[in-house]
């Protein structure tokens, strides 16, 4: 596996090494020991399917606040989606910030997101399936995030959201939010 960093500081890219053959491919796509020596830490407790029937679906963008917390590290095996991640680590030198990568069932990247972070994505294609891996069990009503269109995080997406939950409509935005600057 390689991992790559980004801007933001711990989360990074997962690139599995593909080992083909004429019965296809393999590819180790977690390994606990391979991750604590990159200086990551995901002790997996739970692990989900997001399904997604239509192209221009946008989920996101979700936070467990950081005294929670959560790691995860998120996967597209199936489609793709334009992936987004907002650090809101109170006293990170990137608080504000944002990264995008495609993630898609060709590439087999995988993002590891550290504890303090936003996340959502938005489907490129119709029938995209995203697998996660989290650190914590869900605690319902703890989650909270911010809006897509958030005229302070200035996400450049790739074209406007096509379906999207009242839920995700409703989130605040950044300055009306806890993590207010």
Known sequence: MEFLPTSLPGVTIIRPKLMRDARGLFARTYCAEAFRKAGLDLTVEQMA?????????????????????????????????????????FGSPAFGQWISVELNAKNYQALYLPKGLAHGFLTLVDDTEIAYQFSEPHRPGIETGLRWDDPDLAINWPFAPIVLSDRDRGLPLLAESEYAP
């Open 49 to 89: 399917l997001s399904q997604n029937t239509l192209r221009g679906t946008l989920r996101g963008l979700h936070i467990i606040p950081e005294a929670v917390g959560e790691v995860k590290l998120v996967r597209c095996t199936r489609g793709a989606v334009f992936d987004v991640v907002v650090d809101l680590r």
